[in-house]
């Protein structure tokens, strides 16, 4: 009888998990550990406690269970426990910006023979989002697409769904409004293909957030509010602060955007307060510099550089060229209008030194990418051009100057899609 109970228990937690009732999930998965279950059991339950509080924003407690698992998986000498472990690891750290860490993880893990297949491709997804993370553009993309056609080769639409996501997030970031809402409604129309009863429906909210950003971007603030407001509302109901803060900033962002600075102010801080909590120094990041441009908006010009200095000292921290770029691009504006001509003249050096670094620079044109909306293209090699000055359709080959390779095929912003 015994025996039955201990077996019905992990059984319950799943299903509360899959119900998004992850709180009382994680207290049935630790009652579950409380029985002094095998090694093996004890080693599911660690991921699927890591799992849990992963999907609630509780960064730092998955990670505990992370290494938990990772010292099982030692004391075990299992090599598919190891890689599991690896993963997680890798997961947690990606979440807090922890990049270089989130690489090495998904390296190990890929080179562990036992590693699952359908693991694969969710490590390939991992790798790709910490390259973003670190502004490794042409490492991510490539990332991106072994993820995208393994999902392909496993029928896993979970993965077409995360990977057109974040490739969304990706375009959108280096202002191709278009690509970035081609991606994201890609996604949006897979994820609304799934089953309300099916468990991956959690990741509407996250694909509609991601679709509201460059809706945002191109003033549809209707179908932004929409997008966020659902998404708000859904991830309150489940606990998903990750979702949620960044409803806030996209909220704020519009009401700063329509002039309304004083409701963009608190929204902004209740939103760093809580990517503060989750560790989220990327998230930090965009509130900060949101905050500074409402300062700016508000007259305060030594307010909004002291923001942005402290967004850019986190970009540095984390090593996200990009975000770095951004802040310099805003404190080499917020100098000059102050007229501090120097501190203004050094920004835009580290400004171009940057752009150089990330190869924002289009290898036909030579003109910087980003400076306004406008299409990108992305060779075979993961270098990204500016859309017109790609080739026409009918050619099947284009040289990149930037990595000197020769030749290379083209892929358009639709061959990915497979």
Known sequence: MGQKIAKKEPERGTRLYDEQRFEEAIEEFKLCLTRKPKSSEEFLLYGQICRCYLDIGKTGEALDFANKQMEQANQSNDNSMK???????????????????????????????????????????????????????????????????RAHTNGDKLIEILVNTRLGILFTSLNDYDGGIDYCSKAW??????????????????????????????????????????????????????????CMVLFADIHRRRGDNERALPRYESALSLMERIGDRVGQVD????????????LKPQKAIELALKALEIAQKVGNKLQMLRCHSSLKSLYFDTRESTLSSRHH????????????????????????????????????????????????????SICKKRPVTNLSSTAIDG
């Not at 490590?123 to 991106?144: D, H, I, R």
């Not at 429906?201 to 549809?220: D, E, F, Q």
């Open 83 to 149: 890689s599991e472990a690896f993963f997680h690891l890798a997961l947690c750290n990606e979440l807090i910006g922890e990049f270089s860490k989130s690489i090495s993880f998904c390296r190990n893990s890929l080179q562990i023979d036992e590693t699952q297949n359908h693991l694969k491709a969710y490590l390939y997804l991992c790798l790709g989002n910490s390259y973003v993370g670190l502004s490794e553009f042409p490492k991510a993309w490539k990332s991106y697409y072994t993820a995208l056609s």
């Open 189 to 246: 129309d897979l994820v609304n293909d799934i089953k309300e009863s099916d468990p991956n429906i959690k990741y509407r909210r996250l694909v509609g957030v991601s679709l509201a950003v460059p809706y945002r971007k191109t003033g549809r603030y209707k179908d932004c509010t929409d997008l966020c407001e659902d998404a708000m509302k859904v991830a309150m109901l489940y606990g998903d602060t990750v979702v949620q803060v960044r």
């Open 287 to 298: 509130a900060l510099l949101g905050m500074s441009k409402t300062h700016t908006n508000l």
């Open 349 to 400: 050096t580290l400004l171009k030194q940057l752009a150089e670094e990330t190869d924002l620079y289009c290898g036909t044109c030579d003109e910087m990418m980003g400076q306004q909306p406008e299409r990108l293209s992305v060779l075979i090699c993961g270098h990204f051009i500016h859309g017109r000055c790609s080739s026409s359709k009918s050619e099947s080959r284009q040289f990149c």
